[in-house]
């Protein structure tokens, strides 16, 4: 196999008044991501993350004015111009897509995704997220056709305040346009990398390479080949999905589509027995590059102290370079153990 998962181990030495200020050694790892080169740290310190009430931020939102709640949606939501989405508002089933009022693309669209203004991690089923993830599915479709030059394409959840939420209702945010995010022209890159240096699909070799290692290897379910991330990119490891065969979320079928949602409830459910009860999504397209794959990864946001300091410091922030506290190699057991019952 011509793939590698390049790491470097180190350890620190200190005199630790935990330990009655004997001497400590503290191992620590960088690691460099197959993909993209980026690199991240990775230590295993004894971090349990605690259970959140979110009865009161709840209450709260409620009190306070929800323009996602039915008997304000009408009148205090945008609609895209007929040009572009004839009919305002994309509508599947209990799922409507509106315009974002931030947009962080040329194309940007907020996908509320239930008329519920609350449902709790546990809660969320494939069928609960089927209609968001497909009227989000259908607002890139039309741009794609309205706007050729748009070659980018992504679908993002923020679920609760410590992964950024603003508001509580719980939506998607499909985006497109014409430049990638720094993300998604990284994976571009090392795609065509790895194609120009071994002549291959790094996606088939980073898969080859998973299934034979099989410490961070989680399954497949239909068509997508689930994984934990060699290079975590959060405070607690997160898990990364590829659609094995599909570049592009305007040609991946609904069974796909299906077969992911499967996965994140298994996800979630991995989430939710470790106390985790905010995270990141992100589903990576483009439109025509054979040598991409749809990919999307499922990062955890937490609260790390009872202080309620954000997961994300000056190392993250400004250095661009991640840092967690967990070895996503223990964690991937618990996970492969959800997902051989789902």
């Not at 935990?18 to 993909?35: A, T």
């Not at 931030?102 to 449902?119: E, L, N």
Request: aromatic share 12%.
């Amino acid at each position: 196999m011509t793939l590698s998962f390049r790491k470097t181990e180190t350890t620190t030495r200190l005199i630790n008044p935990f330990r009655d200020f004997s001497l400590d050694e503290i191992p620590s790892e960088i690691r460099f991501d197959p993909l993209t080169g980026q690199t991240g740290r990775v230590f295993n310190l004894p971090y349990k993350s605690e259970p959140t009430d979110w009865t009161d931020t709840v209450k709260r939102s409620r009190e306070s004015f929800c323009p996602f709640c039915e008997e304000a949606l009408e009148k205090s939501t945008p609609l895209f111009p007929e040009d572009i989405i004839p009919e305002g508002r994309i509508r599947v089933g209990g799922a409507t897509l509106i315009p974002n009022l931030v947009p962080f693309d040329k194309y940007a669209g907020v996908c509320i995704m239930t008329r519920s203004h609350y449902v709790p991690m546990e809660d969320w089923t494939r069928d609960k997220m089927k209609d968001a993830f497909r009227a989000s599915k259908r607002f890139l479709t039309e741009i794609s056709k309205e706007d050729s030059n748009v070659n980018y394409f992504s679908i993002n959840w923020n679920f609760m305040p410590p992964a950024g939420s603003s508001i509580v209702h719980p939506h998607l945010q499909p985006n497109c346009g014409e430049v990638p995010t720094n993300e998604h022209r990284l994976q571009m890159e090392g795609c065509r990398l790895h194609r120009k240096n071994t002549g291959k699909s790094f996606w088939d070799d980073f898969m080859e390479a998973e299934r034979a290692n099989g410490e961070r290897y989680i399954g497949e379910i239909g068509s997508t080949f689930w994984a934990m991330s060699f290079v975590p990119q959060g405070f607690l490891p997160d898990v990364w999905c590829l659609f094995q065969n599909r570049n592009s979320v305007i040609l991946a079928e609904d069974s796909a589509f299906d077969a992911f949602l499967n996965g994140i409830t298994g996800v979630l459910k991995y989430f939710h027995n470790e106390n985790i009860s905010s995270f990141n999504l992100s589903i990576f397209s483009v439109k025509d590059d054979t040598d991409f794959r749809i990919n999307a990864r499922i990062c955890p946001r937490l609260l790390p102290r009872p202080i309620g300091n954000s997961d994300i410091a000056y190392l993250q922030m400004l250095h661009k370079e991640s840092f967690c506290v967990r070895p996503p190699e223990s964690e991937c057991p618990k996970v492969r153990e959800i997902f051989q019952n789902l």
